[in-house]
């Protein structure tokens, strides 16, 4: 498809990302392509959560979580993360083989990187939640090539 024929924030290619969360119950994980750095001093993100979800339940819980960058090996997980409610199904169970630990957090073991962040605060942005946080911490994992939007577009995973 042409373009032009899309609407304007449709024709960037973004990061796909993956919202790591905990709270009292089990770790949550979810599909992300709105977020972006906001500030360099200090370094903040902006990360839109999708109400009504769990992983929006734990941030409002902790007040922090992990942004994953995930690479185009990551693209057969895109339909389990994002598809499925962590308030009715364990998204992580069947992936233990996938995953390992980082400052509490359960990661994907070959992400590209992750971003530790706190919540500072959380504004209503619409069918999304806005998350203005700080990063806390990040690691470089990987130079595996990122997965993105238009990834997910010629798989046919989303349709913008």
């Not at 960037?12 to 709270?23: C, D």
């Not at 599909?31 to 839109?48: D, L």
């Not at 470089?140 to 995973?157: C, F, G, M, P, Q």
Request: net charge positive; glycine share 2%; aromatic share 6%.
């Amino acid at each position: 498809m042409s373009t032009i024929r899309k609407k304007p924030w449709n024709r960037t290619n973004v990061p796909v990302y993956s919202v790591s969360s905990n709270s009292n119950e089990l770790p949550n994980m979810n599909i992300c392509t709105y977020a972006t750095a906001v500030s360099m001093h200090p370094k903040r993100f902006i990360v839109a959560i999708y109400k009504g979800t769990k992983t929006l339940d734990n941030i409002e819980q902790s007040r922090h979580f992990v942004l994953q960058l995930l690479s185009v090996d990551h693209l057969s997980l895109v339909n389990r993360l994002s598809k499925f409610s962590g308030r009715k199904k364990d998204k992580l169970k069947t992936m233990q083989h996938l995953l390992t630990d980082y400052n509490d957090f359960k990661i994907l073991k070959d992400a590209v990187a992750v971003i530790e962040v706190k919540v500072l605060t959380l504004t209503d942005g619409g069918d999304h939640m806005l998350a203005l946080c700080d990063v806390a911490s990040y690691k470089n994992i990987s130079d595996a090539e990122v997965l993105t939007l238009d990834h997910l577009r010629a798989a046919k995973l989303v349709s913008i």
